[in-house]
């Protein structure tokens, strides 16, 4: 669903240089808007400032961790100064690995909370500055951990489930300064570093295919489209939400997932 609705505004997206956030900067980029890119590797930064000028646009790219709120607070301003006000700010970094409870150290729990949750209110705390009012669009990435309880992901689970009460408060908190803020819950999306995790073997891909009643896993593109859609005038009424993009997965009970990863 690429339109031109996005020419010239201005979009930052945290965690933007790899998967399915990259994906959604490069959207950006084709329907015409100004990029900004934030993760922790400069190698990684560099390439998608790459990528993404070679669309014809501007992009800006900084190396920062999304726990660091003082250089968080940097870039955006970096960003508001080359770029003018922040018309959309999505905000995607994350961190996974299967571990189960007891299984996991208090740092590696405490490691998943802080880049998943601590992160995305660093940004978007830090941004609130920057942002157009009225106007401004918000799109949080969660999981579908933050619904469905699976084992070996309590530190997800935990961490996304305050990703979108964190959604759901601002939208209430924001909406007096025309400010929108919504989640958007990818599934399955192929081709993406989570995924390979959670599903690393062709036995354990079928296992997740089977619980999607499309019959297939997403691509980057369903959820980018969803993204600039949530972003564009069409959405104008829609804040406070948290939409899955996983056809039908999560209807499904989200089933599969489990038994992918004892395979």
């Known amino acids: ?49 790459r990528t993404l000028r070679a669309f014809g646009g501007e992009a800006l790219g900084f190396a920062a961790d999304v726990r660091n709120a003082e250089a968080v ?16 700010l999505v905000s995607g970094a994350a ?26 209110f660093n940004v978007l705390r830090a941004a609130h500055a920057h942002l157009r009012k009225p106007g401004a669009v918000v799109v949080n990435i969660s999981a579908p951990q933050a619904m469905h309880p699976r084992a070996l992901q309590a530190h997800v689970c935990a961490a996304k489930a305050g990703v979108d009460m964190l959604t759901r408060v601002l939208a209430i908190e924001w909406g007096s300064d025309g400010i929108r803020v919504n989640s958007v819950m990818p599934g399955p999306i192929d081709d993406t570093e989570g995924m390979a995790r ?23 593109q369903d959820v980018a489209n969803l993204v600039l859609f949530l972003a564009s005038p069409q959405a104008a009424f ?19 997932l489990a038994a992918a990863m004892r395979g």
């Open 73 to 88: 607070a940097a870039a955006l301003k970096s960003t508001h100064e080359a770029f003018g006000d922040i018309d959309v």
């Open 238 to 256: 829609v804040s406070g939400a948290v939409i899955p993009v996983d056809g039908g997965w999560s209807a499904n009970g989200a089933s599969g």
């Open 1 to 49: 669903m690429q339109t031109a609705d996005h020419a010239g505004r201005t979009v930052f997206v945290a965690g933007g240089t790899s998967g399915i956030n990259l994906g959604i900067a490069e959207a950006f980029a084709q329907a015409g808007a100004r990029l900004a890119v934030l993760s922790r590797s400069q190698d990684r930064v560099d390439a998608a400032v």
């Open 95 to 120: 961190g996974n690995f299967p571990a189960s409870a007891l299984g996991m150290s208090t740092n590696g729990f405490k490691a998943v909370v802080d880049i998943d949750l601590l992160g995305t």
């Open 198 to 220: 959670l599903a690393p073997n062709d036995a354990a891909r079928a296992a997740v295919v089977r619980g999607i009643p499309l019959g297939r896993m997403g691509s980057k």
